[in-house]
Every structure is written in structure tokens, then in C-alpha cells.
């Protein structure tokens, strides 16, 4: 009648309807998200960070997109996020069940991820700071876009900032994961990551001894002025200009801590 063919088989045989796991298997997503319209559920997504190929999970990708269609009644999406593009082709390719049963994951690779190295974009959208360092944190651009999301966090409340940075952290190769932690280590969060506890205490010394941050004063000038500007501190022209012209890092390190509670730029410079 639908004009589907059936495979070879040479016996048809009547097994157990009952569908339950006598012994239940963990599924667990890395993220889910529900969006909500008057306090229904209107749109689920699960997200996944996939760093490389894993045929098991395109076993367990369906179940997930069957459990929670079930448990909250609407549309659901599978969307990957992945550091590879390799990765991004495999992981979106649709999971064929059989005739009427397919999954297609949603895949974002670096390709489709736009490079955020101006610190105004990052502060403006911090989440797209941090998926752009996720995907080119580590390439040729990476000091770059690392400074735009540092910008980006030194805008956000304590919380929001904690959360992206160890994010961010645990997803970076060694050598970008080690450049963010020093630029994180100038700031004054306390954040919660093993990176910070490690070497936010002594985080200007590190830096200064290993000249990992060396060069950046410039880019910690444009955070200041990111800071007082996010507060509503007025800056006047020739403050902006002061500021911006300043290269030695002891001066820009002590303006970004007085940043955080200055009511008067001309407080900054005292």
C-alpha cells in the first residue's frame, strides 16, 4: 500500500510489546533548553557539544529527541555544536531509523560562526563573544578574539561572567586555555573554575613574570572604557584620550580595578 520495500527475511515472529527497560539507561544531554509562551512549552532544544566523532551518540540522539517530545509535548530540536568542521558533516547528517523515522541534528561548526575580535560587538552580545571563542580561540586570530571575550566579560555581572569563562575554558585547547586564564586573572570576579582558583590571587604577578599578557595594555584601555561606559560614568573626550594613549600595564590594571566602582572618571586617575 505505501510502496515500501521490505528487506529480505525468511520468518515473522511475534515479540513483547512491552517497551520498558527492565534496567534504565542514563541518558544525559549536555544542555536543554525550553522556550516557554505563557508558561507553556512552545519550543525545546537540546544542545550538544560534540568534539569528535562518536557513532553511539547517533543511537542515543533520537532517544533524546523522543524523550523530552515526550515529557513536554512540543517541537524539538537536536542542534551540535562542534570545534570541527569534519565533525560538523558527520554530525549533521540525518539518523535514518527507517521508512518515516528521521532524525536530523542541527550541526554548527567554526565555519558558521563569525570571528568577534571588535571588543563593542562582544560586549554588546557576550554570547556570541564566547562562541566565537569557542570556534577560533585557538586559530590564527585567537589572542584576538580571547581579548573581545574578556572585554565581554568584564561587562557582565559576576554570575553570567563565571559561567561563560568556565565554559569557554573547558572546551579551549592548553595554549588558548592558558592565554584566557591569565587575561581572566587581571580581573577582580571571583570566579569559580580551578584556572582562577589556581591564579586569579597572584594573576598580575604570573602575568607580568611570564610575559604571557605583555603587549595588552591597549586592549585593557579599551576594556576600561567599555567598564565606566556599561556603569554610565561620563567620559569626557580627553579622558577617552588619556586613557587610550596609556601603554604601561601597571596604570591600566589599577584603572580597571577603580573601573568597577568609580562614579567620576577623573576618580580613575587619582
Given at each position: 500500500m505505501f510502496h515500501l520495500p521490505?528487506?529480505?527475511?525468511?520468518?515473522?515472529?511475534?515479540?513483547?510489546?512491552?517497551?520498558?527497560?527492565?534496567?534504565?539507561?542514563?541518558?544525559?544531554?549536555?544542555?536543554?533548553?525550553?522556550?516557554?509562551?505563557?508558561?507553556?512549552?512552545?519550543?525545546?532544544?537540546?544542545?550538544?557539544?560534540?568534539?569528535?566523532?562518536?557513532?553511539?551518540?547517533?543511537?542515543?540522539?533520537?532517544?533524546?529527541?523522543?524523550?523530552?517530545?515526550?515529557?513536554?509535548?512540543?517541537?524539538?530540536?537536536?542542534?551540535?555544536?562542534?570545534?570541527?568542521?569534519?565533525?560538523?558533516?558527520?554530525?549533521?547528517?540525518?539518523?535514518?531509523?527507517?521508512?518515516?523515522?528521521?532524525?536530523?541534528?542541527?550541526?554548527?561548526g567554526p565555519e558558521l560562526i563569525p570571528i568577534v575580535r571588535d571588543h563593542s560587538v562582544a560586549a554588546a552580545v557576550p554570547e556570541l563573544a564566547v562562541l566565537s571563542a569557542l570556534a577560533h580561540g585557538a586559530g590564527p586570530e585567537g589572542q584576538d578574539v580571547l581579548m573581545a571575550l574578556f572585554v565581554a566579560l568584564c561587562g557582565l555581572d559576576d554570575e553570567r561572567a563565571q559561567i561563560y569563562s568556565d565554559y569557554v575554558v573547558t572546551a579551549l585547547p592548553e595554549a588558548a586555555r592558558k592565554h584566557l586564564e591569565e587575561l581572566v586573572a587581571v580581573g577582580t570576579y571571583e570566579y569559580k573554575s580551578d584556572f582562577a582558583r589556581k591564579?586569579?590571587?597572584?594573576?598580575?604577578?604570573?602575568?607580568?613574570?611570564?610575559?604571557?599578557?605583555?603587549?595588552?595594555?591597549?586592549?585593557?584601555?579599551?576594556?576600561?572604557?567599555?567598564?565606566?561606559?556599561?556603569?554610565g560614568v561620563p567620559i569626557p573626550p580627553e579622558a577617552q584620550e588619556r586613557i587610550l594613549a596609556c601603554h604601561d600595564r601597571d596604570t591600566v590594571d589599577a584603572w580597571l580595578d577603580r573601573a568597577l566602582d568609580v562614579t567620576r572618571v577623573e576618580e580613575l586617575f587619582a
Amino acid at each position: 500500500m505505501f510502496h515500501l520495500p521490505l528487506p529480505f527475511f525468511d520468518e515473522a515472529r511475534l515479540e513483547s510489546a512491552d517497551l520498558s527497560n527492565c534496567i534504565p539507561t542514563e541518558y544525559r544531554a549536555d544542555s536543554l533548553i525550553v522556550l516557554r509562551s505563557a508558561g507553556d512549552p512552545v519550543l525545546a532544544v537540546i544542545v550538544e557539544v560534540q568534539r569528535a566523532k562518536d557513532d553511539d551518540k547517533r543511537g542515543s540522539w533520537p532517544v533524546y529527541v523522543a524523550t523530552v517530545w515526550d515529557r513536554y509535548g512540543c517541537p524539538v530540536v537536536l542542534l551540535v555544536l562542534t570545534p570541527s568542521d569534519p565533525v560538523v558533516k558527520w554530525a549533521g547528517e540525518p539518523i535514518d531509523m527507517g521508512p518515516g523515522s528521521v532524525v536530523t541534528p542541527f550541526a554548527v561548526g567554526p565555519e558558521l560562526i563569525p570571528i568577534v575580535r571588535d571588543h563593542s560587538v562582544a560586549a554588546a552580545v557576550p554570547e556570541l563573544a564566547v562562541l566565537s571563542a569557542l570556534a577560533h580561540g585557538a586559530g590564527p586570530e585567537g589572542q584576538d578574539v580571547l581579548m573581545a571575550l574578556f572585554v565581554a566579560l568584564c561587562g557582565l555581572d559576576d554570575e553570567r561572567a563565571q559561567i561563560y569563562s568556565d565554559y569557554v575554558v573547558t572546551a579551549l585547547p592548553e595554549a588558548a586555555r592558558k592565554h584566557l586564564e591569565e587575561l581572566v586573572a587581571v580581573g577582580t570576579y571571583e570566579y569559580k573554575s580551578d584556572f582562577a582558583r589556581k591564579h586569579q590571587a597572584h594573576g598580575r604577578e604570573i602575568g607580568r613574570a611570564e610575559g604571557l599578557i605583555e603587549g595588552k595594555a591597549e586592549g585593557i584601555a579599551e576594556a576600561v572604557l567599555r567598564i565606566l561606559a556599561k556603569r554610565g560614568v561620563p567620559i569626557p573626550p580627553e579622558a577617552q584620550e588619556r586613557i587610550l594613549a596609556c601603554h604601561d600595564r601597571d596604570t591600566v590594571d589599577a584603572w580597571l580595578d577603580r573601573a568597577l566602582d568609580v562614579t567620576r572618571v577623573e576618580e580613575l586617575f587619582a
